[in-house]
């Protein structure tokens, strides 16, 4: 006889009415235990959830932050309001890159002439991040927001072409400079690899209707091409640097997207491109550091002895070519669901100035703007990308864009000084960028603003 009968005997209660109170707890008991499975398995299954489709996880939780946290909605507002045109017939242009060089002027170009723009930057310090935000600032001042973001964030690309009706995208962002892929490769990769993938999915697949896109490619994919001028339909397939094959690959993968999805798109391919706002990595800027500073100036020479020479084009001149090849953009044929009703356009352009120079005789113009001699330290060009020259051919930019390059070295190389002296605050004496020979550093501050 089992203890708890005896007990219950010994204090009256009848065996079997215990019997039923002792299954009663067993069933309870049972039932605990069945919940607590139930909690420990539904955990389980999140966890599990969790380690196979993190992105998924962490972009529902940023969506629903977004859409129900701080500032969603002012959010949406502010990116439609900045990429609502302001005349009939105008673009609304989502631009990537618009804190870079060639974007801010761009954005300016576009929102003088009213059409709506929203750009987009991940404000990276591959070059001093205080530049890019100045530029921001001076966007931000005409009525432009660049939104601080990565191209390769899907969601954040999905809920941008959610919030405003894009109908053009210009992707400038990208890793640019030949001799930094040296050092960080990936970086490569990750920007003009994946990042024009993750920007072309989001056209091709979650905006209605599809924008039509034009895009940076670059003369770096002439590569050892030495038929000149350079002519878009002369070989590409000899890259000699890893931002070359980024580029040349880029102009591969848009050519599938046209292909599947019905994306019109344009690359262009922007020679040496200098102006005011410049790229502080590139030569010319360099240059006039190096001058201001009294430091000395490299200078690449070819084995066999010619100096490099660039076929600078002025910004201005290049952004007008970016602006005819978005008013001649065909439409995109495709829709969301993958149905593309017939070919769109694909095109390929140079915008370059058609006249290379040697880099000296560029160095020699920024001498005499800023009334200083460089010291010149003369070496032989490594083979780590860069290319002895390029040049040129743009006929069908012209004949298709309506592209004019129209401004001299000369001519730009001084807006550029004139933009260098005031941003950095140097001291040329006597205010204008040509004034003789007193320049002097006053103060070449990295975070100044203008
Ligand atoms: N300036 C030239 O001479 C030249 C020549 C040939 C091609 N290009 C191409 O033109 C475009 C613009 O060049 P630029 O001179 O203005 O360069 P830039 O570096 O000033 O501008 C590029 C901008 O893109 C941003 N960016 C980079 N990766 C990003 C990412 N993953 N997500 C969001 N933003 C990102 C950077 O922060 C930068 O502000 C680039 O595609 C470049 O490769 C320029
Ligand atoms: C430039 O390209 C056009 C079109 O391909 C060609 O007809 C012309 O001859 C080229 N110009 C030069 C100088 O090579």
């Known amino acids: 006889m089992p203890a708890g009968v005896v007990d219950a005997a010994a204090k009256g209660v009848r065996p079997e009415r215990r019997a039923a109170g002792a299954k009663k707890q067993l069933v309870s008991a049972s039932s605990h235990l069945l919940f607590r499975a139930t909690v420990l398995a539904t955990i389980a299954l999140v966890v599990l959830f969790a380690a196979?489709?993190?992105s998924l996880l962490s972009r529902s939780y940023i969506l629903s932050?977004?859409?129900y946290g701080r500032g969603a909605a002012s959010w949406e507002r502010e990116v439609r309001r900045s990429a609502a045109p302001r005349r009939d017939g105008a673009l609304s242009v989502l631009v990537t890159g618009a804190a870079g060089f060639v974007g801010l002027h761009c954005s300016l170009a576009l929102s003088a002439r009213g059409d709506?723009?929203?750009?987009?930057?991940?404000?990276?310090a591959y070059y001093d991040p205080s530049l890019k935000r100045a530029r921001q600032r001076l966007l931000?001042?005409?009525?432009?927001?660049?939104?601080?973001?990565?191209v390769n964030d899907a969601a954040l690309l999905e809920r941008l072409l959610a919030a405003a009706r894009i109908t053009h995208v210009l992707h400038l962002a990208a890793q640019a400079g030949v001799r930094h892929a040296l050092r960080a490769p990936q970086a490569y990769v990750a920007a003009n690899v994946a990042g024009l993938v993750a920007l072309l999915e989001a056209a091709a697949r979650h905006a209605d209707p599809q924008p039509a896109l034009v895009w940076a490619s670059s003369s770096s994919v002439y590569g050892l091409n030495d038929d000149a001028p350079f002519?878009?339909?002369h070989r590409t397939d000899r890259p000699a640097s890893l931002y070359a094959?980024?580029?040349?690959?880029?102009?591969?993968?848009?050519?599938?997207?046209?292909?599947?999805?019905?994306?019109?798109?344009?690359?262009?391919?922007?020679?040496?491109?200098?102006g005011p706002w410049g790229r502080p990595d590139m030569a010319y800027f360099s240059f006039a550091r190096s001058i201001v500073a009294g430091e000395p100036v490299t200078l690449f020479r070819a084995a066999d002895g010619a100096v490099a020479r660039r076929d600078f084009t002025y910004v201005d001149d290049v952004v007008r070519g970016c602006l005819g090849a978005l008013d001649t953009a065909g439409k995109s044929t495709g829709s969301r669901s993958g149905k593309k009703r017939g070919p769109a356009p694909l095109r390929v352009y140079n915008l370059g100035n058609t006249s290379p120079v040697p880099v000296t005789h560029m160095l020699a113009i920024l001498e005499?703007?800023?009334?200083?001699?460089?010291?010149?330290?003369v070496v032989t060009m490594p083979s780590n990308g860069d290319v002895p020259f390029t040049h040129a051919n743009v006929s069908h930019a012209a004949r298709d864009l309506g592209y004019r390059p129209a401004t001299s070295l000369e001519a730009g190389l001084r807006h550029f000084v004139d933009w260098f002296v005031?941003?950095?605050k140097v001291d040329v004496g006597g205010g204008s960028a040509d004034a003789g020979k007193t320049a002097k550093r006053k103060s070449m501050p990295t975070s100044a603003a203008s």
Request: hydrophobic letters at 40%; a positive charge.
């Open 116 to 124: 709506g723009v929203v750009g987009l930057d991940n404000f990276n």
């Open 422 to 424: 005031r941003y950095y």
């Open 140 to 150: 931000a001042s005409r009525g432009v927001l660049v939104l601080d973001g990565d």
């Open 368 to 377: 005499k703007l800023l009334g200083r001699k460089a010291r010149k330290r």
């Open 245 to 274: 094959a980024t580029k040349k690959a880029g102009e591969a993968i848009a050519h599938a997207y046209n292909h599947i999805y019905g994306l019109s798109i344009t690359g262009l391919r922007f020679f040496t491109v200098y």
């Open 65 to 67: 932050a977004a859409a």
């Open 52 to 54: 196979h489709y993190p």
């Open 231 to 233: 002519s878009e339909d």
